[in-house]
């Protein structure tokens, strides 16, 4: 076998056959494949596609690259939840310390922040302390003990989809549904969970735009963890505006702990109260009530050890970045946009996300919102306020919030889109 030919294969719109992708990912994963041919082929299958048996075998073999993990020593059902990123989505934050407050165990492999989507651990590490890697024991010792742990995948974990993640990264080939699919599901199936609850974000901020490509990966992963004995259901969900009030590490943090002490923003409770209901039932939790979990403080009382047992101090102040600008609105009336993109690709610039692999993500950095759609808003007032610990950022930021929002006279109706838009 060789990767010419198999790169031929897609090219000309073929069907990779099972010993061609199986070759191909394990040559790729030992080094023998080189990046510039794997990009080749990624680009192929971006722009070929394909089918539903060869996604299975892609992702059978991204699986069969690394190690499975095992949750059967566990006295509790494991529930878990993936994202496919958005802006301002802390959701996991909340989420996995109400779930396991609820009687699950929930383990979250969590990922960093990509392009203008931000990312769990990256939100985490800005909590003083906190420890993002631990070994396989660590895990299933915070797992057990707490019921939670929020953490990154071990080097054994799918290591074939390392590489690949970070390649097309680079190479513009992220936004292929059989990649991402075999990207997300690789990692949860070898994770070893019992059930998976997917949110698969549409809208400008999510890397699906339209509602029928969120519908294809959407039902593309849930197939593919079915067909593994993994429980897997999928929420759409919107991304056109950002989720809460915040986009950027700190800001969301403190923003999650407002919803863990029975505040926070009305939309990030309703996502978090709607996909801890549907993790529960699939791990077959009945009679849990999720809303009373984060009103009566033992959500929190989870977020707290799971906090500390990772070496977080869950009391100490979160770094609030040096500088501040305060964008305001151009005319009164109502709020009827506000873009979930443009505020990414701002929070990005600002500092909270990366422009290589390699490079720190400031903790204080984001934006900070203080209308939404729907609001009424008085010229001159307060829109967004732009957090950084570098100023000369502030220009390139504004930059890409031209437009981002529109303001219709006083009295236009306007109608918000669901948060849950499909299941
Ligand atoms: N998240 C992943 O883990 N992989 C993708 O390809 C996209 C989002």
Redesign the pocket.
């Known amino acids: 076998m060789d990767a010419i030919s198999v790169i031929r294969t897609k090219r000309d719109r073929g069907e990779l056959s099972p010993e061609q992708i199986d070759w191909v990912i394990d040559a790729y994963t030992r080094g023998e494949v080189a990046d510039y041919q794997m990009a080749a082929l990624n680009m192929a299958i971006l722009l070929n596609g394909m089918n539903r048996t060869e996604i299975a075998r892609w992702t059978a073999a991204m699986i069969a690259s690394g190690e499975r993990m095992n949750f059967d020593s566990l006295s509790r059902p494991t529930s878990d939840k993936h994202s496919?990123?958005g802006v301002g989505d802390k959701i996991t934050l909340p989420l996995a310390p109400l779930v396991a407050a609820c009687g699950a165990a929930v383990p979250q492999l969590s990922?960093r922040g990509?392009g203008h989507t931000g990312g769990t651990l990256d939100k985490l590490e800005s909590i003083p302390g906190w420890r993002a890697l631990l070994s396989n024991e660590e895990m299933l010792h915070v797992l057990d003990t707490t019921g939670a742990v929020i953490c990154a995948a071990g080097d054994g974990l799918a290591p074939a989809d390392k590489k690949l993640?970070a390649l097309?990264d680079v190479t513009g080939t992220?936004e292929a549904i059989p990649?991402?699919a075999s990207?997300?599901m690789s990692?949860k199936i070898a994770e070893g969970t019992g059930s998976l609850v997917l949110d698969v974000k549409v809208g400008t901020g999510a890397?699906m735009k339209t509602i029928e490509d969120a519908r294809e990966l959407a039902s593309t992963m849930v197939a593919l963890g079915t067909d593994s004995g993994v429980k897997t259901v999928a929420l759409l969900t919107d991304m056109s505006t950002p989720l809460g009030l915040t986009a950027g590490n700190a800001l969301e943090v403190r923003e999650s702990v407002e919803v863990l002490a029975g505040g926070g923003p009305a939309d990030v409770v309703e996502l978090t109260v709607a996909l801890a209901r549907e993790m529960l039932e699939a791990a077959g939790i009945k009679d849990a009530d999720p809303a009373k979990a984060l009103a009566d403080g033992s959500a929190m009382d989870v977020w707290r050890r799971m906090i500390a047992a990772q070496g977080g101090d869950p009391d100490a102040a979160l770094p609030v970045a040096r500088e501040q600008h305060v964008v305001t609105a151009p005319a009164s009336g109502v709020l009827t946009r506000l873009d979930a993109y443009d505020v990414g690709i701002a929070a990005w610039r600002l500092g909270a996300g990366r422009a290589r692999k390699e490079d720190p993500v400031q903790a204080g950095a984001g934006v900070e919102l203080h209308a939404k759609p729907g609001d009424t808003v008085t010229t001159g007032q307060p829109l967004l306020t732009l957090h950084t610990d570098t100023p000369e950022k502030f220009d390139y930021a504004l930059k890409s919030l031209e437009g981002a929002f529109d303001v219709a006279p006083a009295g236009t109706a306007f109608t918000p889109n669901p948060i849950v838009l499909d299941r």
């Open positions: 496919t990123g990922g990509l993640y097309r992220v990649l991402i990207s997300i990692k890397f």
